[in-house]
Structures are given as structure tokens and as C-alpha cells.
């Protein structure tokens, strides 16, 4: 999703910050309800200078395939 503030702002290392802290809420909702672990594939990218939306969307994409890929041959996302 672009934002301005984020691309001025932010390290670039920001996205896998921000996907971390996902896969951690998810964690702490399955610890404190007991439930079915509940699981996400996430992929992150951010956006270079010149890059259109297609291709930032693709690479994001591209990338939570690759997680989800990992989650079924492990079993579970962690």
C-alpha cells in the first residue's frame, strides 16, 4: 500500500517489522484462546523509486507464496 510518509521515513527494513509484528499478535491470540492455531502467510515489499504498483504488488505477492510455501512444509507458521 503506498504511503508517503512510510517511503520518507522509515528504514527499509520496515515492512518485516511490520509483518513480525502480525505474525506476533497471531501468535499471542492463539496462546491466550486456546483455539486452533490460527495461521498468515505474509510477504512484504517496499517501494523503489520508479517502481510502478504492479510490480511492488507482484513482489509482495511473489513473497508470501514463498512463505506459505515454508508454512505447509513445516506444518505451521511460526
Known sequence: ?????VERNCS???????ADQIL?????SNRAYGIP???????????????GFADLEKLADD???VCKMQ???TGYSD
Open 71 to 73: 508454512m505447509k512444509a
Open 24 to 28: 506476533e499478535m497471531i501468535r499471542e
Open 37 to 51: 492455531p490460527c495461521g498468515i502467510a505474509v510477504g512484504t515489499a517496499l517501494h523503489e523509486p520508479g517502481q
Open 1 to 5: 500500500m503506498p504511503n508517503r510518509w
Open 63 to 65: 513473497r508470501m507464496y
Open 12 to 18: 527499509p527494513d520496515y515492512p518485516d517489522l511490520a
